[in-house]
Each structure stands twice: as structure tokens, then as C-alpha cells.
């Protein structure tokens, strides 16, 4: 699954257009390195976000295509940063 799409179906992000737009501005990391919107998650990638002032790192824990708001927190593990 595409990154942009992943931050947005897990809820990291309200929106698709955000979350393309933090990739490309360099705002999400992946395993340490700046990715493109168009990166595909994996299951134990570890994504850094820094939106606002509160950075958030986060453990891909399931990548699904269509997910309930109420499980969505279950895609991820916050990492501490």
C-alpha cells in the first residue's frame, strides 16, 4: 500500500492530499529516510512523522485497505521518540 494512503486509511492523517504533500515536503520518514508518497509499507516499518510540534514514530503493525475507525489504532505501535 501506498505511504500516503497508509497514513490516511490508519488515521495518522486526516487526509490523502496532506499526507502527500508532508512526503514530499520531507516531513515522514521511513526506517530513517525521507519517502516519497508513492513508497510501499511493509509490516515492521517504523515511520516518523513531524507534523506540528509533536513528532510522532510509529511500528506498522498491519497494512489493510479498508479499515473501521475504531481499529485503525491497531495498524500501528507508537514508538517513543
Known sequence: MRLDKYLKVSRLIKRRTIANEAC?????????????????????DVLEIQMGAHPIKVRVLTVAEHVMKAEASQMYEVLPT
Open 24 to 44: 514530499d515536503a520531507g516531513r515522514v520518514l521511513v526506517n530513517g529516510k525521507a519517502a516519497r508518497a508513492s513508497y510501499d509499507v511493509k509490516e515492521q
